[in-house]
């Protein structure tokens, strides 16, 4: 019988003190007991899991790209490159698939946590019976901590309040420091220590990616010093290369007219490259560009210096953040723990984003809310070498992602082709592997990392933790394949299955099928019946170039019914392709934190997200405030504010006057001011804002006041249908991030008066135009 491997029954009891009891503790001779503290076996080794964000199989030089990655090259050649490693094809359910060895329906992450609904496979709410491993690490006496994107919490939890159980202080990290959402800002991220939000320094060099490389080499050394006894696990996941794509000037001066050939010429040189370095099967086949991205020498003139510098800003912040993830490896080494440390580089959480659109973005939020019409050549010509910094918050063009995922067809969201899902992976352990340089060709998938963790540190898959029988990790354990590249492989099945883009992997052959496209944000996808399906060998066509389903009618059928079980065992069902209307929390059915028309705010409220605050977009509100102002009448700053230089708005003072500025985008910016100073002392200050209706994304007029006395009257034409920012929120008395309004006499807009307290208040607008906002969105894009 096979010996059980400890940690099967977490936490493991105390053992109590069974010495001689003295009625007197000045009589007591026994010496204080031994502590007994959890650890795991002896040869457990260390644990670095690296993973980045939008990186698609063809961008890194690791595996053929051309965005130069030494330290995704250094790991490779001292240990093994897996090429048929897969992901989830969207950043919330890989997050929540590698961290819980289970796949990512059956924890409830079927998509963002900004778009959870009330189905058991799209809740978003991780349930106690998948302890991640980190908190199975920790209570086996493992030190966890955690760098970077989080992007698993649900969005009615995310607010200063909590509750916390979905944090990553309370997923089993001791340490966290990093960001809870999606993205965020890379010179003003919406930092994380613990669960404190706290404020980035105002420093015109800071970047996020150097910050985070400097928290984890700190965590190294000190845990290293203090407890060398302890493995450690840190999970390094900085948010790169995720938009908004923010990296220095000079690193973005690397590669300079580098992308001139364009993006068909790139997949060319790629694909060939990739067959140079075996990353790919010698014969395999270079799939074609989708219908929909156009061919780069049908691209106007004009656009192509504007295109190429989007794709020369993303391939320098891939460099820069290799090149901050090289900085956390050289302190394992400074350490003397790299050979001894397992580390995973999974370069990228799902395939290239086509989420910037046909022509990319300038403000990323123009591609959901409808201001793309702006960036027209002019405005890109008269703000190109802005790209990158901080006035800008960009992402390249769709067809630069398709490019980025050579071989194969389709990018992110795409869960359906290799494209969406496929990415360069390197494991890298000299301790234990002594191959290196080698590749490794067996199929696996994210929830493989758990399960290989566990088996490499002798640690039992827990069946029981705090008390709660656990669902059974879904993954198999990569360890076979480490010592032995011919090895079978163990992962043979695999579903797949993000907005309606679905497939299936069995034994090397694949069947699927593309729903919905990823750079149309706002169209209705078809109806599923309409869905056509594709299948492939994947034995003998490595790159999924040669559709079999007219030929193979019965394979297909065997395929599909596959899915179906798959599909139906992990919470697929029912499968949910709505885009804009699931970011409506109301059309949606998730919770939110904020009930009711009223929220009152105090001084200090800052950084409350979107989806912790009342909704204002498409309806008409005020916000109200007592205030009080110096006695030279002078007063500036934010009273409240929303949102950032993407979009959103300020209620301010601003030379003793008082002031609305609303910001579309970043690219229409109206400012209203009052017609007299507010004056010194006590006042009730308001701005009311009527919503036109009839749709989303309309316009209003815009009313001040100074103790109930119209002060002012302004007309905005055009507002956010969506989202102001995933990263920025409603703050009092200051406006954090980035401004959205850059009038402010100080960094920061903090108020020079005294603010007692502010309300913002809901109207009671007609809602219908929200019924369908899918809908509503294309036609307030053509209206406008």
């Known amino acids: 019988m096979t010996e059980e491997r400890p940690g099967s029954v977490l936490p493991v009891p105390d053992r109590g003190y069974q010495g001689p009891i003295s009625a007197d503790a000045k009589h007591l001779e026994e010496p204080f007991p031994p502590i007994v503290v959890a650890r795991p076996p002896a040869t457990a080794p260390n644990i670095l899991v690296i993973l980045l964000d939008d990186v698609g199989f063809g961008a890194s030089s690791a595996f053929g790209g051309p965005i130069h990655t030494p330290t995704a090259e250094r790991l490779a050649a001292g240990g093994l490159k897996y090429t048929r490693f897969h992901t989830t094809a969207l950043c919330s359910p890989t997050r929540a698939a590698l961290l819980s060895g289970r796949n990512h329906h059956s924890v409830g992450m079927g998509h963002i946590t900004e778009t959870a609904t009330p189905a058991p496979g799209y809740r978003s709410t991780r349930p106690n019976s998948a302890v991640p491993l980190p908190e199975i690490l920790r209570q086996n006496g493992y030190n966890t901590a955690q760098f970077g994107k989080c992007h698993e919490v649900p969005v009615w939890e995310t607010g200063p309040t909590g509750p916390f159980d979905h944090w990553p202080a309370f997923s089993g990290f001791e340490r966290f420091y990093g960001f809870i959402g999606g993205e965020t800002n890379q010179y003003t991220p919406a930092l994380v220590d613990g669960v404190t939000a706290i404020e980035p320094p105002h420093d015109p060099d800071y970047h996020l990616m150097p910050d985070l490389a400097d928290k984890a080499i700190d965590y190294i050394r000190q845990q290293k010093n203090l407890t060398p006894d302890k493995p450690f696990f840190i999970y390094f996941a900085p948010g790169a290369t995720h938009a908004p794509h923010h990296v220095p000037k000079e690193w973005i001066a690397k590669y300079a007219g580098k992308f001139d050939h364009g993006w068909d010429a790139q997949r060319e040189q790629t694909f060939a490259k990739q067959v140079e370095l075996g990353v790919i099967a010698p014969d395999s086949e270079l799939t074609g560009r989708p219908d929909g991205l156009p061919a780069w020498n049908d691209v106007p003139a004009d656009q192509k210096p504007i295109l190429a510098r989007q794709m020369e800003v993303y391939a320098a912040f891939l460099e820069y953040a290799d090149f901050h993830t090289g900085r956390v490896v050289d302190t394992l080494e400074e350490q003397g723990i790299l050979d001894e440390t397992l580390v995973y580089y999974i370069i990228g959480d799902n395939g290239a984003s086509a989420e910037g659109g046909i022509n990319g973005a300038y403000m990323l939020t123009t591609a959901s809310n409808g201001g793309a019409d702006f960036e027209d050549v002019a405005f890109w010509d008269a703000h190109l070498d802005e790209v990158g910094g901080p006035e800008a918050y960009n992402h390249y063009a769709a067809a630069w992602a398709h490019a980025m995922c050579t071989p194969y067809q389709w990018t992110k969201q795409v869960a359906s082709h290799y494209g969406g899902t496929r990415n360069g992976t390197i494991v890298h352990w000299p301790a234990k592997i002594q191959a290196h340089g080698e590749t490794r060709h067996q ?236 004056g010194s002392g006590t006042h009730q200050v308001r701005v009311e804002f009527a919503y036109d209706g009839g749709g989303i994304g309309r316009g209003g007029d815009v009313t001040l006041f100074i103790d109930g006395d119209q002060a002012g009257t302004g007309r905005i034409e055009r507002t956010h249908p969506l989202y102001f920012s995933f990263d920025e929120g409603m703050d009092t008395g200051e406006d954090t991030g980035m401004p959205a309004y850059e009038g402010y006499a100080a960094w920061g807009g903090h108020f020079t008066g005294t603010i007692s307290w502010a309300e913002v208040e809901l109207g009671l607008d007609d809602h219908s135009h929200l019924i369908d906002p899918e809908d509503h969105l294309q036609a307030a894009l053509r209206h406008q």
């Not at 199929?443 to 656990?470: R, S």
């Not at 019965?554 to 069902?573: C, G, P, S, T």
């Not at 009448?633 to 002031?659: C, E, H, K, M, P």
């Open 443 to 678: 199929w696996h998938h994210v929830i493989d990392v758990a399960p290989t963790v566990l088996d490499v540190a002798g640690l039992a898959e827990p069946h029981t933790v705090n008390g709660v029988t656990q669902i059974p990790m879904h993954g198999v354990s990569m360890a076979y394949s480490f010592t032995d590249a011919e090895a079978d492989e163990r992962h043979t099945t695999q579903y797949f299955e993000l907005m309606g883009n679905r497939g299936i992997y069995h034994q090397g052959w694949t069947a699927q099928t593309k729903h919905r496209t990823p750079w149309d944000v706002v169209s209705k996808a078809p109806d599923f019946s309409a869905d056509v399906w594709e299948l492939y060998d994947t034995r003998t066509d490595w790159t999924q170039a040669h559709n079999l389903a007219s030929e193979q009618p019965a394979k297909l059928a065997e395929m599909q019914q596959l899915f179906l079980i798959e599909a139906a065992r992990h919470n697929v069902f029912p499968m949910d392709d709505r885009a804009a209307e699931r970011m409506n929390p109301v059309l949606a059915g998730r919770p939110t934190l904020v009930t009711g028309t009223t929220l009152k705010l105090y001084p200090g409220m800052i950084r409350l997200g979107e989806n912790v605050t009342l909704n204002v977009k498409n309806r008409s509100y005020s916000v109200t405030a007592e205030i009080v102002v110096p006695g030279d009448g002078q007063v500036a700053g934010a009273i409240v504010a929303q949102g950032g230089r993407t979009g959103g708005w300020s209620f301010f003072a601003q030379d003793g006057a008082l002031g609305y500025h609303y910001n579309f985008c970043g690219l229409v910016r109206t400012t209203t001011l009052s017609d007299r100073q507010i």
